[in-house]
């Protein structure tokens, strides 16, 4: 039978996972357990690389037992990984990390690049000052914890090579500590391409934080507290923005960039606007600084006063527009409908059209190819090589 070496680096390795199992109370989860003298690279939740070094390490829900009580982290515990690259510790009661001596924090996480820390109860003290040495890490989750407050972040934005942060469903954290002075300069090597901050308590004033995130190219700001006419001067600034998602912050009436602000949107593809209140005579000069966007949700709104289809005349490149189950959408939205010449998807369902409706302007867009059907009409719109014909059922 193949066994892990008894001698070098395997041996140190396949300690190590055994030194965790009985120090954390660990129960491994599938039928490949963790029993000495066994081949650890078949064990559950570890996988090795070609060198049989452990590459991956999957210790999720192994100790989601609350009678173990808290799991404080003892980075020297994981010393023997050299080779790691993946780390997933979500849903294991992990409330901090055991004080670090010396640089032993640093000599274990060299090749580590994706980090999963979720649904644990980890507080604002324990992550900046024991994630700093992570210099290698690309991906950081640390949605389903306790941070709060104005988080410093300092910490993380030195990680050079992080490309996704996840800080979602901490429900209370309200902004970032914004550097002053001489910290401009660590705050330039902030680098997440994604940045998912849903489910949080951010006001307004988080907008204007993204300077600092220019590489930025997914934002979640969904389900905060974002409310009234909405600066957006700071997202403005992120030219390298592919998608953002500003749904179900439920008091946003519209947006406003002050008058000469540069809008570097131009590869912003992506944005979701479902659950607002918005103010529909505002809505098309809400949208303007969109205008590069080619698919747009704002399914479940709420808009006070009718709007139309030329609210969304300005983006000029927008191909999918799905408004599904929103408010004050009456017929008279159809009538310029011809001004969506880039449109290929429309969904309407259940906003509302009822009775007779005018047909106009259906035959320039020549890209429709999809028509989700308007459930109170009934009807089906189909397009063959520019020609309109109208099904009724």
Request: charged fraction near 20%.
């Amino acid at each position: 039978m193949l066994v892990c070496e008894c001698e070098g680096r395997w041996k140190q390795e396949r300690d190590a996972l055994l030194h965790l199992k009985a120090i954390a109370g660990l129960k491994e989860w599938g039928e490949k357990k963790w029993v000495d003298g066994t081949d650890c690279c078949r064990w559950s939740g570890v996988r090795c690389n070609t060198r049989r070094r452990v590459s991956e390490l999957n210790l999720s829900w192994m100790r989601d037992d609350e009678d173990l009580g808290n799991w404080y982290l003892n980075l020297s515990d994981f010393q023997a990984f050299d080779d790691i690259k993946i780390l997933q510790l979500h849903d294991n009661n992990i409330a901090g990390f055991v004080e670090k001596k010396g640089n032993e924090i640093f000599l274990w996480q060299v090749s580590l690049e994706s980090l999963d820390l979720s649904v644990n109860q980890l507080s604002n003290d324990y992550i900046i000052s024991f994630l700093s040495g992570f210099q290698h890490l690309k991906s950081l989750d640390l949605s389903y914890n306790q941070l709060e407050g104005s988080l410093d972040i300092n910490g993380i934005c030195a990680l050079s090579k992080l490309e996704r942060l996840d800080l979602s469903y901490n429900f209370n954290i309200g902004g970032f500590v914004v550097p002053q002075g001489n910290e401009r300069f660590s705050w330039q090597t902030c680098r997440p391409e994604v940045l998912a901050l849903s489910h949080n308590n951010l006001s307004n004033d988080i907008t204007s934080s993204f300077n600092w995130f220019s590489h930025l190219k997914f934002l979640d700001l969904s389900y905060n507290q974002l409310e009234g006419s909405l600066d957006i001067s700071g997202i403005c600034a992120l030219s390298k923005l592919e998608e953002l998602n500003l749904s179900y912050n439920d008091n946003i009436s519209g947006f406003v960039v002050p008058q000469g602000t540069n809008i570097y949107l131009d590869n912003l593809k992506v944005l979701h606007l479902e659950g607002l209140k918005m103010d529909g005579s505002m809505l098309r000069q809400s949208l303007r600084a969109f205008s590069s966007v080619r698919e747009l949700y704002m399914n479940s709104s709420t808009f006070n006063g009718t709007i139309v289809a030329a609210d969304f005349g300005d983006l000029v490149k927008l191909e999918k527009l799905i408004l599904d189950e929103s408010s004050n959408i009456g017929n008279e939205f159809l009538k310029s409908i011809g001004v969506l010449t880039s449109l290929k998807v429309l969904s309407l369902n259940s906003c509302g059209i009822k009775g007779s409706f005018p047909i106009e302007g259906w035959s320039e867009l020549k890209k429709l190819e999809v028509q989700y059907p308007i459930a109170s009409v009934n009807f089906l719109l189909r397009l063959k090589k520019g020609n309109l014909s109208l099904l009724m059922k």
